[in-house]
C-alpha cells in the first residue's frame, strides 16, 4: 500500500484500470481517495475482510514519504550515518 500511495501522489493523473475490467479507466489521484475512504469506513465499521489499518497506515506513510520523506530522511541522513559508523567502529572521531 505503500508504493501504490507514493505512485499516486507522485502522478496523481496517471490513468489506471483494474486487470479484470480495463475498460475502465480512473486517475491515480481518485484510486487514493478511494482507497483511503474504504479503509477509512472499513476502520470506523469494523470490516474484517482486510487488516483495513494496515492498509490506511501504509498508504499514509506512502503519501508523507512522497511528501516530506525524502527532505527528512535523505538529505539530513549524514550526522546519522556518522553517529552509526562511530558505533560500529568504536571510533570517536568527528
Known amino acids: 500500500m505503500t ?17 479484470f475490467l480495463p475498460m475502465f ?5 481518485n ?3 478511494a482507497i483511503i475512504a474504504m479503509d477509512s469506513a472499513g476502520l470506523v465499521l469494523g470490516w474484517k ?14 503519501m508523507w514519504y512522497v511528501t516530506f520523506g525524502n527532505e527528512l530522511i535523505w538529505k539530513n541522513r549524514e550526522p546519522l550515518v ?7 567502529t568504536g571510533s570517536s572521531k568527528k
Request: charged share 15%; hydrophobic share 55%.
Open 49 to 62: 475482510f482486510f487488516d483495513h489499518a494496515a492498509h490506511l497506515g501504509g498508504t499514509l506513510f506512502g
Open 82 to 88: 556518522k553517529l552509526w559508523h562511530n558505533i560500529r
Open 31 to 33: 484510486a487514493l481517495k
Open 3 to 19: 508504493v501504490l500511495a507514493a505512485v499516486c501522489t507522485k502522478m496523481p493523473e496517471a490513468k489506471l484500470a483494474i486487470i
Open 25 to 29: 479507466t480512473f486517475t491515480a489521484g
